[in-house]
């Protein structure tokens, strides 16, 4: 019989933003799968969310390419991860709480992190930077306090069967 506690446990850290990547698994985006997880500082999942399209807006009736004009692609109609997290919150204040992301966010979603009291944001990919939306978004957080780090890998790989 083992008297010690298992050493090889994951990270907090690494638990959420697991989460995170999962529930982007949920996404119908043929391109572009992300998920976000939001946690209390006492290391309670409080939301998730993943990108996809409004409750009732059929997954098969509304576009999903990145091409065309406005109304003829995805990017009128899906709503991000982050958005989704903070609008499927239904126990009251989510005032200095984490948000982990697997993709950096937006301008807009950054509007609704900070209005929504986020205070520190975890993101693993920031395949956007440089761009006019992502430097927005990160005027507006260090301009809010709202605190951004990137997710350090540690090159951990969890498989699950299901």
Request: proline share 3%; charged share 25%.
């Amino acid at each position: 019989m083992e008297d010690k506690k298992r050493e090889d446990y994951i990270s907090w850290d690494e638990y959420f933003m697991g989460v995170a990547h999962l529930s982007g698994f949920r996404s119908k985006d043929p391109n572009t799968q992300v998920g976000c997880c939001i946690v209390s500082r006492d290391h309670k999942i409080l939301s998730m969310g993943y990108n996809g399209l409004p409750k009732g807006c059929s997954d098969d009736e509304f576009p999903w390419s990145r091409e065309g004009n406005p109304g003829t692609n995805k990017y009128a109609f899906v709503t991000h991860s982050e958005l989704n997290a903070i609008l499927n919150y239904r126990g009251g204040s989510l005032e200095d709480t984490i948000l982990y992301v697997s993709l950096f966010p937006c301008n807009e979603c950054a509007k609704a992190i900070i209005q929504a009291g986020i205070k520190e944001v975890v993101y693993h990919s920031d395949k956007y930077a440089g761009t006019d939306t992502n430097i927005a978004a990160k005027r507006m957080f260090d301009a809010a306090g709202v605190r951004y780090t990137q997710y350090k890998d540690t090159g951990r790989t969890i498989s699950i069967s299901l």
